[in-house]
């Protein structure tokens, strides 16, 4: 009985050999899977974490943009003998076929900060008799990296202190005949009344 019980179990064991092997290998190919899943996870992180950088350092571009032309654009206005001769002539024209908007103007092209630039363009309503100007800034990083940011700016032209009218007033070039001395007018923009009107992110 002892003899055929050691038989029994030695035969058993023998049968289980090549399963054993299986399950092995089994267990080998789901690990595998694990580990690459794993790999494949960290990696997604690690581009997902980039990409986020990368916009998140274009917008920043394009934020310094927006404040150095609002910056530029103040001191311009503040620096003119008569608030009524100032407007967008004194930027260059964008090319046709880059601009989006008519009379589309750089105010800065590709100006650096730090890693990254910005370039922002200025442009006016199509007629221009609302007070409006609009700020478009397009800040880029390394790697490809890209944010728009787009302001709209309000002006109101303010009596001096101790008068009630404007005199010899011309207006905002191509203002049109809808313009009024007490109106809104982007000659008369300030830093103090300059209010955002549209952000915008493009990655």
């Known amino acids: ?94 090319s046709s076929s880059e601009a989006e908007h008519p009379g589309e103007k750089y105010v800065f092209q590709n100006k650096a900060v730090g890693d990254c630039a910005y370039t922002v363009t200025v ?15 397009v800040g880029t990083s390394p790697n490809g990296g890209r944010a728009v940011l787009e302001v709209s700016f309000l002006g109101k032209r303010v009596l001096p202190s101790g008068t009630t009218s404007f005199s010899s007033y011309g207006g905002q070039q191509n203002a049109g005949s809808a313009k009024s001395n007490t109106g809104y007018d982007i000659n008369a923009m300030t830093a103090d009344e300059l209010s955002t009107y549209q952000l915008n992110e493009d990655a």
Not at 123 to 137: R, V
Request: proline share 0%; charged share 20%; hydrophobic share 50%.
């Open 123 to 137: 442009f006016a309503g199509k007629a221009n008799t609302e007070g409006l100007i609009f700020l478009k800034s």
């Open 1 to 94: 009985m002892k003899t055929r019980c050691g038989f029994g179990f030695k035969r058993l064991f023998q049968s289980e050999g090549g399963s054993a092997l299986v399950i092995s290998m089994l267990l080998l190919v789901v690990l595998t899977i694990i580990g690459v899943a794993a790999t494949n996870t960290s990696v997604l992180e690690i581009l997902i974490a980039n990409s986020s950088k990368k916009k998140a350092e274009a917008f920043y571009a394009a934020e310094a943009g927006i404040d150095h032309a609002r910056k530029l654009l103040s001191d311009m206005i503040a620096a003119q003998a008569s608030l009524d001769t100032w407007d967008l002539s004194d930027f260059a024209d964008v």
